[in-house]
Antibody, heavy 120, light 108 residues
Framework: QVQLVESGGGVVQPGRSLRLSCTAS????????MHWVRQAPGKGLEWVAV????????YYTDSVKGRVTISRDNSKNTLYLQMNSLRVEDTAVYYC?????????????WGQGTLVTVSS | SYELTQPPSVSVSPGQTARITCSGD??????AHWYQQKSGQAPVLVIY???KRPSGIPERFSGSSSGTMATLTISGAQVEDEADYYC???????????FGGGTKLTVL
């Protein structure tokens, strides 16, 4: 069965960096696009970034562009999110999610999320 | 920037039909997908590509889309359907994704 397990969350000071990881299993990771989605406490879902199956194309929401990098290592079945210059408003649960195959652009599986708290 | 607009809340009695709307200028050419999120849990896909239901999702969940509005319908809503619901789609470039602001469904 498809499993996505995030790690790397924690408490970090404003301006510092953090790298999140998502380990995938139960499917052929190298053939699926992958997303990061976040949810601030008490707020709605916010799409953060997507990376194509081969890592060739990456797209970001405007609020993180230039500070965040999505990447993947298909040999390790792992997705990453490198977050730099963190702000208080980046505090959220970060979900790793799989994009469905076959040309569709919806998310079909989600991890359980990892909490990032940006605070001094 | 492109936005998807949902009503903040919808309230129905058990057994009634709940309708949650999502409006966006690109929806005439882009699919809407719908997620249910219960408190403290990860989202669950309930409708994809406007009107398709994933396996395991009850038949009372259905979707439709017309013009700039997509609609999630829960026919005969049950107490266990209380949750936040989000629409999800892409902008015209199909590269950027976005969620609607979410709708809190109350069934009581």
């Amino acid at each position: 069965q498809v499993q996505l397990v995030e790690s790397g969350g924690g408490v970090v000071q404003p301006g510092r960096s953090l790298r999140l990881s998502c380990t995938a299993s139960g499917f052929t990771f190298s053939t699926y696009g992958m997303h990061w989605v976040r949810q601030a406490p008490g707020k709605g879902l916010e799409w953060v970034a997507v990376i194509w199956y081969d890592g060739f194309n990456k797209y970001y929401t405007d609020s993180v562009k230039g500070r965040v990098t999505i990447s993947r290592d298909n040999s390790k079945n792992t997705l990453y999110l490198q977050m730099n210059s963190l702000r208080v408003e980046d505090t959220a649960v970060y979900y790793c999610a799989r994009e469905s195959g076959g040309g569709s652009s919806f998310i079909d599986y989600w991890g359980q999320g990892t909490l990032v708290t940006v605070s001094s | 920037s492109y936005e998807l607009t949902q009503p903040p809340s919808v309230s129905v009695s058990p057994g009634q039909t709940a309708r949650i709307t999502c409006s966006g200028d690109a929806l005439p050419k882009k699919y809407a997908h719908w997620y249910q999120q219960k408190s403290g849990q990860a989202p669950v896909l309930v409708i994809y590509e406007d009107n398709k239901r994933p396996s395991g999702i009850p038949e009372r969940f259905s979707g439709s889309s017309s013009g700039t509005m997509a609609t999630l319908t829960i026919s005969g809503a049950q107490v266990e359907d209380e949750a936040d619901y989000y629409c999800f789609s892409t902008d015209r470039s199909a590269n950027h994704r976005l969620f609607g602001g979410g709708t809190k469904l109350t069934v009581l």
